[in-house]
C-alpha cells in the first residue's frame, strides 16, 4: 500500500506570514511528487512538481524534497486570502497513477 | 482548449438506479483517469486508460462500477445499481503523457453524486 500522510488542518496562518506544508510518503522508489491546490467545491489544480532532493521556487511557492526522510513540503510566502485552499500532495511510484494525500486545508486570516 | 468537460455536474438518484457519468479529455491527451473524492478517503484513483485502452482497474471497488473509452474523446464511468455509498464527487483528469516529472494532469469540474 503506496501511502501520503497529510496533517488534515485546518492550518491557519495570518495574511503576509509564511505558510508551511507537510506530507510523507511510505514508498522509496517514489521519483516525482507534485502539490495541487483544491479550492472548494473545485477540481484540484496543478501548482509545483518536484524529484530531486533540494529546494524549488515558483513565486511565492517553494517545494522541498528530501528523500532519505520521505518528505515533501510545500512553503507560501507572503500569504493571501486567496490562498486559502485544501493542498494534495502527490506523487508517482513505479506505474503511471498518482498517489493523492487526502491534503491539508490551509486558511489565510486577513 | 475547453479543458476536460464532465457530465452531469450534479447528479441525485435513488438506491438501485444506474448512473452513467460522462467525460471528455482535453483533445490530444492519452490517458485518461478517473477519481471518487470523499471526505473520508480523500481522491481515489478508479481506472486510467492510454490511448483508450483500460491500464489499471484496481481501484474500481467493485463489480458494480464500470468503465469504458470507445474513442479518444469520449469516456464513461458507470454504476449499477448505485448505492448510498458511492456518494462522492467523481473527477475525470487527462494528461499528455503520465509518470514524468512534466506531467500535468488536468481535472475536469467533477460530478457531485448524490444516491439516496
Known amino acids: 500500500q503506496k501511502e501520503v500522510e497529510q496533517n488534515s488542518g485546518p492550518l491557519s496562518v495570518p495574511e503576509g506570514a509564511i505558510a508551511s506544508l507537510n506530507c510523507t510518503y511510505s514508498d522509496r522508489g517514489s521519483q516525482s511528487f507534485f502539490w495541487y491546490r483544491q479550492y472548494s467545491g473545485k477540481s484540484p489544480e496543478l501548482i509545483m512538481s518536484?524529484?530531486?532532493?533540494g529546494d524549488k521556487e515558483d513565486g511565492r511557492f517553494t517545494a522541498q524534497l528530501n528523500k532519505a526522510s520521505q518528505y515533501v513540503s510545500l512553503l507560501i510566502r507572503d500569504s493571501q486570502p486567496s490562498d486559502s485552499a485544501t493542498y494534495l500532495c502527490a506523487f508517482f511510484s513505479a506505474g503511471y497513477a498518482l498517489n493523492f494525500g487526502k491534503g491539508t486545508s490551509l486558511l489565510v486570516t486577513p | 482548449d475547453a479543458g476536460v468537460i464532465q457530465s452531469p455536474r450534479h447528479e441525485v438518484t435513488e438506491m438501485g438506479q444506474e448512473v452513467t457519468l460522462r467525460c471528455k479529455p482535453i483533445s490530444g491527451h492519452d490517458y485518461l483517469f478517473w477519481y471518487r473524492q470523499t471526505m473520508m478517503r480523500g481522491l481515489e484513483l478508479l481506472i486510467y486508460f492510454n490511448n483508450n485502452v483500460p491500464i489499471d482497474d484496481s481501484g474500481m471497488p467493485e463489480d458494480r462500477f464500470s468503465a469504458k473509452m470507445p474513442n479518444a474523446s469520449f469516456s464513461t464511468l458507470k454504476i449499477q445499481p448505485s448505492e448510498p455509498r458511492d456518494s462522492a464527487v467523481y473527477f475525470c483528469a487527462s494528461s499528455l503523457t503520465s509518470g514524468a516529472i512534466t506531467d500535468t494532469q488536468y481535472f475536469g469540474p467533477g460530478t457531485r453524486l448524490t444516491v439516496l
Open positions: 518536484i524529484y530531486s532532493n
